[in-house]
C-alpha cells in the first residue's frame, strides 16, 4: 500500500483525458528481428490491448524513441502519443522513451 498520495500516483497512468488511472500488469513484448515485418508486432500489440480492455484497464504502451520506423508502426496501429520519459542509467546516459494509449 502506498505510503503518501504522490507514492499512489507512480502506479497510475494518464489516459487521453488527462485523468490519471491505475496502471495494474505489465509485458515486455519483443519481437525477433529475424521476423520482423510480418505482422508479428501489430498481432502483440493488439493481444495486449485487447487483454487489457476486457480487464477495464487503459491500455499504455511505453517505448524507446527509436527507431522510427517502429514508432511509425504504433501510430499506424491507432496508438495516440501521450507523453515521453526519459530513464537514467546506472552509466550516466538517458534512456528516452514516448508513452501511448489506444481508444480501440
Same mark, same amino acid.
Given at each position: 500500500?502506498?505510503?503518501?498520495?504522490?507514492?499512489?500516483?507512480?502506479?497510475?497512468?494518464?489516459?487521453?483525458?488527462? $485523468?490519471?488511472?491505475?496502471? #495494474?500488469?505489465?509485458?515486455?513484448?519483443?519481437?525477433?528481428?529475424?521476423?520482423?515485418?510480418?505482422?508479428?508486432? #501489430?498481432?502483440?500489440?493488439?493481444?495486449? #490491448?485487447?487483454?487489457?480492455?476486457?480487464?477495464? #484497464?487503459?491500455?499504455?504502451?511505453?517505448?524507446?524513441? $527509436?527507431?522510427?520506423?517502429?514508432?511509425?508502426?504504433?501510430?499506424?496501429?491507432?496508438?495516440?502519443?501521450?507523453?515521453?520519459?526519459?530513464?537514467?542509467?546506472?552509466?550516466?546516459?538517458?534512456?528516452?522513451?514516448?508513452?501511448?494509449?489506444?481508444?480501440?
Amino acid at each position: 500500500m502506498p505510503n503518501t498520495e504522490k507514492d499512489a500516483d507512480k502506479n497510475r497512468a494518464p489516459n487521453r483525458s488527462g $485523468s490519471r488511472v491505475e496502471a #495494474r500488469g505489465r509485458a515486455r513484448l519483443l519481437v525477433d528481428p529475424d521476423f520482423r515485418r510480418r505482422g508479428v508486432a #501489430r498481432a502483440l500489440m493488439q493481444t495486449a #490491448r485487447s487483454a487489457a480492455v476486457a480487464d477495464q #484497464r487503459v491500455p499504455v504502451l511505453e517505448v524507446v524513441d $527509436s527507431p522510427p520506423a517502429a514508432i511509425a508502426v504504433y501510430r499506424d496501429s491507432g496508438w495516440v502519443q501521450i507523453g515521453r520519459l526519459s530513464v537514467p542509467l546506472q552509466d550516466g546516459g538517458v534512456l528516452h522513451g514516448l508513452v501511448f494509449t489506444s481508444d480501440e
